[in-house]
């Protein structure tokens, strides 16, 4: 089993900042890309940003210059720094791993979640 653990969610007000931690848990052989995505209510899973082993990222246009990505391969996290958050950045956060069990045996896994509610 592979488990993805999210922390770091909560309420802040608009301008202000979060940080979301998700680290990797149990047996598997290494870990390609990792990501955060979110879901408002009422809307679509979107990319939020993702990152390689390698370090190169990609964020959506939305958050861009606003949140960085970034990851410890050692520790097998991956942390989303969010700055100047606004209101419409309130969503469910999901982390994703791209994760290879073995040589043979690749599956992505999906974090359980963590609220983000931006409001005064």
């Known amino acids: 089993q592979v488990q993805l653990v999210e922390s770091g969610g909560g309420l802040v007000q608009p301008g202000g900042s979060l940080r979301l931690s998700c680290t990797a848990s149990?047996?598997?052989?290494?870990?390609?890309?990792m990501g955060w995505y979110r879901q408002a209510p009422g809307k679509q899973r979107e990319l939020v940003a993702t990152v390689t082993p390698g370090h190169s990222t990609e964020y959506s246009d939305s958050v861009k210059g606003r949140f960085t990505i970034s990851r410890d391969n050692a520790a097998n996290t991956v942390t989303l720094q969010m700055n100047s958050l606004k209101p419409e950045d309130t969503a469910l956060y999901y982390c994703?791993?791209?994760?290879?069990?073995?040589?043979?045996?690749?599956?992505?896994?999906w974090g359980q979640g963590t609220l983000v509610t931006v409001s005064s």
């Open positions: 149990g047996s598997f052989f290494s870990i390609n890309a």
């Open positions: 994703k791993a791209g994760v290879y069990k073995d040589l043979h045996r690749y599956l992505e896994v």
